[in-house]
């Protein structure tokens, strides 16, 4: 014990290395890529809507958090933009209209409209004043501008006059208006161009007091200013020589100018974010928060390639915080950075290491606390440092030094302490101890280097380790009452216990070689009670007030094991029951009894009650997404810190809350039959633009609407959700998650509600919007219609007899048509026997006369042939006359499989390659006979013209069908034709073809190339 006690008082100490809490904005980006205009946004405004405008050189620009619609100048167009390059921020009026200035003139975008209107000044020679700049609106409507760089105006946004004030003495680059509880102005501060000083003009009304400097060349530090921000009797001042305050009562001029003995120079930008909180922007060195009790630099931001979710560029142009808390960065040429501090739910504890060994994050992979509740925290490779948490405001970290002359302890696995307030180090370097109060380390157990993995006290005192080769040792008292690991024999595997934790119940719980959980009882010489098949690594545990199960965090999930009859049931928890990663890697409950998990994407909440999760991200705080097995601890005040890959996230689990800013929703578009249209508007206001819609009215041949829709929450905005409603077809609310898209095909006529809400990035639901819909019947179904119709019925009483007087005539007129159009087939049958049967009867008996006289074998073997090929012939058209007369054949599928027949017979033997494709499904329709002898004749005509005119070697016909059209396309790859043909009497084959098609109200079409041809028929089945 004296040689401990000797080693206390020789110890060293490495100094603090940081102030190490800070905050760690996760930024959004908006950038050209975006949809902005242009990448230089200085001014940016939130209005009473919840929409966000931001300026540019190259126009104007509204986001909604899901996209962004661009206004930009149209010399043609009246109600655009006067000028492209926003030079002011905007003021909204009372009608919520929006005010700002180009360098030609005022704009005001009318909200109603979604319009612009313009105003300028005329010279007295000819021509218009230019160089517009606006920074106020005062409470009696008046805007406050500056022309030309010195005239100050006043411009009456509701009589749309200007007023001359009077000439500033200097150039201003800009100018600052301080009102009073009236809304009247009361001072202006002026910003000189390229100047030092500040310019000062005191009202009542109207001017009351010259102009005067406040500080100029004269004083000892002139300051160039940039921007004003008034607060309370004290302004702060961004300027080219860095911070700046001027304390207005005693003329003080104050310079902060430096952070970390770094010099600060070019302060760009300053925005008040809270009580006692300053944003400052410089250029080329990043952002600061400023400390205003303290009066000094507390936290400096910087851009980094490695981080997607940092600021942008150190180059900062300007910082606005809107009306609901959200800062908004404004960089050089790169767009706007934004995020929202009520996000930002967690703080963080990161030390930079850019002195030590092994410099890069500061990996957290265990944490243990002190009794004089100091936290100390094991890396890697960097050995532990010791958090002096006491001072939560200004956490201090020192680095825990080794005992001189003994190897370091660096590579740190875990750390415990017991009961006499020793903390426990194991590390790959062996054991080590530090002693109450100590800020050393020394070797445990003296020159044995033995690797242990896990340890624990155990409720009687002893304490367990987990050798990293296999099996338990207790640590006992040796020779000089030095420590001693000795084996625990009941506990002597080869495989190593990764975790050892003992519950309330005083089981001992270890985790065996990630593959299952042993469950020993120390009392009986550990003998092994149960042993719980769960895989994956488990090495944290915890036990909630009055429950008597066990969590445990495990790789595959949050693992709840419940102990019922001497044995141990268990529950998995994962991402299907909504954790948002199933590693889980440490578990903590807090006092109301929910359980915090650090996991391999974020830090969870587990509400047992409910088994509802909550889950945080980068977004809200946490160091990093990737936590370390059981970097945990609660420490008294009910504080819980979790150790990730980089830093410590620490937080009071009652003061973590979704954010209480609303989404505010708004339907951003709506499209008529999946098109926009411009004349939409507002029957009940007359508003054109689509976010100030109460009610829609339509035609009901305009029934197919489509919605977008948007949460106008920028403090996550990827995170917002959506539901929505069409009272009348929807029973309830369409949950559509991030989607913001509805759409809504052919409504019938009615009056419709559409309804939809919003969440912030936290889950917090939004009172509805609602938009009235009216669909207007047809005339058929209206009451003037339903007026006629009754008159009509009127009518038709008495129309009765006289329908039952021609009801005879008209049976007997269509018996006497069915009768005629039965003549006509048949007239049509032997017009087909006679021309074709009787013509090629007649060849045939002529050709049969002939071969009598026929006197050599070869002339009778040559006239036989032409018999042969007149009967087949012959026969074909018999086949014709039958298949067309017969009403069995009268089905689409009968068609298409008679005409790919007469093409394979036609095809056989002539050399040429034949490829039919038929439907896979033939619906069933019927054709009748005429129809379909017209569609073979036409066929037959095009098939017989690439035999004898095409010199084709492939043919493909493709018969096709799709609702009442039917296609019949023929493809050959011949020598093609002249499509000049059509014109000619000499092309009567083809004229043919589109006469047979006409006659039955069908079409053919011909394409032809060098390449072969296609001739294409189609025929509509509803005209049959």
Not at 187 to 199: D, E, M
Request: with cysteine; net charge neutral; proline share 4%.
């Amino acid at each position: 014990m004296c040689r401990f006690l000797l080693l206390a008082f020789c110890q060293v100490i490495w100094p603090a290395l940081i102030p190490a809490q800070e905050v760690s904005p996760y930024f959004h980006h908006l950038t050209v890529g975006d949809g902005l205009s242009e990448g230089t946004n200085y001014f940016i405004y939130k209005d009473s809507k919840g929409f966000v405008w931001l300026s540019s050189v190259n126009g104007l620009n509204r986001y909604d958090g899901k996209r962004i619609k661009t206004y930009k100048p149209n010399p043609a167009d009246s109600i655009s933009i006067l000028g492209q390059n926003i030079q002011s921020n905007f003021f909204e009026d009372a009608n919520t209209n929006l005010w700002f200035s180009t360098y030609e003139g005022l704009n005001c975008y009318q909200r109603k409209l979604d319009q612009f209107s313009s105003f300028s000044l005329k010279k007295k020679a000819g021509g218009k004043e230019l160089g517009y700049y606006a920074f106020h609106l005062d409470g009696a409507g008046n805007l406050w501008i500056i022309v030309e760089g010195n005239k100050l105006y006043h411009f009456n946004t509701s009589t749309h006059q200007f007023s001359f004030q009077h000439e500033l003495p200097t150039l201003a680059l800009r100018a600052f208006a301080l009102a009073d509880a009236g809304g009247l102005v009361s001072k202006v501060f002026y910003c000189a161009y390229q100047k030092p000083g500040l310019l000062v003009e005191t009202f009542q009304g109207n001017l009351l007091a010259g102009q005067a400097l406040l500080f100029g060349p004269a004083d000892n530090q002139p300051l160039t200013v940039r921007e004003v921000l008034p607060s309370a009797d004290t302004l702060w001042l961004a300027t080219k020589a860095g911070l700046a305050s001027y304390v207005q009562a005693s003329g003080k001029l104050t310079r902060f100018d430096r952070y970390q003995q770094a010099e600060l120079v070019l302060c760009s930008a300053l925005e008040k974010i809270s009580g006692n909180l300053l944003l400052a922007g410089f250029q080329k060195k990043g952002l600061f928060f400023f400390d205003l009790n303290q009066q000094e630099f507390i936290q400096r931001i910087v851009a980094s390639p490695a981080n997607t979710h940092g600021i942008s560029s150190d180059n900062i142009a300007q910082i606005t915080m809107d009306r609901d808390g959200g800062i908004w960065i404004s960089t050089n040429n790169l767009g706007v950075d934004f995020y929202h501090p009520g996000k930002q739910k967690f703080s963080i504890i990161k030390p930079s290491l850019s002195h030590s060994n092994s410099p890069g994050n500061f990996n957290a992979v265990t944490l243990a606390a002190d009794k004089n509740g100091q936290v100390l925290c094991g890396t890697p490779n960097n050995g532990i440092f010791l958090l002096d948490t006491r001072n939560w405001a200004n956490t201090k970290v020192d680095k825990i030094q080794n005992l001189e002359g003994q190897e370091p302890f660096e590579r740190i696995f875990s750390i415990f302490d017991d009961k006499a307030g020793r903390e426990w180090i194991l590390s790959w370097e062996g054991v080590a101890i530090r002693l109450p109060g100590s800020s050393i380390l020394i070797p445990a157990f003296g020159a044995d280097k033995s690797v242990f993995l896990a340890g624990c006290q155990l409720q009687d005192g002893r304490i367990v380790l987990a050798a990293y080769n296999g099996g338990l040792y207790e640590v006992v008292r040796g020779k000089n009452n030095a420590f001693v690991p000795q084996p625990i024999e009941s506990i002597n595997g080869p495989e190593p216990f990764v975790s050892l934790w003992q519950s309330s119940q005083g089981q001992l719980l270890g985790c065996l070689s990630l593959k299952s959980i042993w469950v020993m009882d120390p009392s009986d010489n550990f003998k092994k009670i149960q042993e719980i098949i769960i895989p994956g690594d488990s090495r944290s545990f915890c036990e909630r007030p009055g429950d008597p199960s066990v969590w445990m965090a495990n790789s595959y999930g949050l693992v709840q094991l419940m102990w019922e009859n001497g044995r141990y049931d268990f529950n998995i928890f994962n991402e299907k029951n909504g954790l948002a990663s199933s590693a889980v890697q440490s578990v903590l409950p807090d006092k109301k009894g929910r359980i915090w998990l650090g996991t391999g994407n974020g830090l969870s909440l587990f509400d047992p009650t409910t088994s509802h999760f909550s889950n945080y991200g980068l977004v809200d705080g946490i160091s990093d997404l990737q936590f370390n097995f059981a970097a945990c601890l609660a420490l008294k005040d009910g504080r819980l810190l979790f150790g990730s890959v980089n830093g410590i996230t620490a937080f009071y689990p009652e003061k973590i809350k979704p954010l209480e800013v609303p989404a505010h929703p708004v339907i951003t578009n709506i499209l008529i039959n999946d098109q926009e249209d411009s004349t939409l508007a507002c029957p009940l206001t007359g508003a054109k633009n689509i976010t100030e819609f109460q009610r829609i009215a339509l035609d009901y041949l305009h029934n197919t609407l489509s919605f977008s829709f948007a949460a106008l929450d920028y403090s996550h905005p990827s995170a917002n959700e959506f539901m929505y409603q069409m009272e009348g077809v929807d029973k309830d609310w369409v949950k559509s998650g991030k989607e913001n898209f509805a759409r809504y095909a052919r409504l019938p006529a009615g009056e419709y509600v559409f309804r939809m809400k919003a969440s912030n990035s936290d889950g917090i639901w939004s009172d509805e919007r609602r938009l009235s819909i009216q669909i207007s019947p047809p005339f058929t179904q209206t009451p003037v219609f339903y007026f006629l119709l009754g008159v009509l019925a009127v009518g038709l009483v008495g129309l009765v007899v006289l329908y039952r007087q021609k009801r005879r005539d008209n049976k007997r007129r269509l018996e006497e048509e069915k009768r005629h159009a039965l003549e006509q087939e048949r007239q049509r049958i032997a017009r087909d026997v006679h021309d074709d049967l009787g013509s090629g009867l007649s060849a045939l008996s002529l050709q049969t006369e002939m071969a009598r006289y026929k006197t050599s074998p070869e002339e009778l073997q040559e006239e036989l042939e032409r018999i042969n090929s007149t009967a087949r012939d012959l026969s074909g058209k018999i086949r014709e006359v039958i298949w067309t007369v017969n009403a069995r054949n009268d089905s689409i599928a009968n068609l298409f499989s008679y005409l790919n027949q007469y093409a394979v017979e036609l095809f056989e033997n002539a050399g040429i390659e034949y490829q039919v494709s038929l439907p896979e499904n033939m619906p069933a329709i019927t054709i009748t006979g005429e129809y379909r002898r017209t569609l073979f004749l036409a066929f037959k005509e095009a098939l017989n013209n690439i035999l004898k005119h095409a010199e084709a070697t492939e043919v493909k016909v493709d018969f096709e069908i799709s609702e009442k059209l039917l296609q019949i396309v023929v493809k050959d790859n011949g020598i093609g034709f002249d499509l000049s043909l059509l014109l000619k009497p000499s092309g009567n084959g083809l004229l043919n073809m589109q006469s047979r098609m006409r006659d039955i109200g069908g079409d053919c079409q011909f394409k032809t190339d060098k390449r072969g041809t296609q001739v294409a028929f189609a025929f509509n089945l509803a005209s049959e």
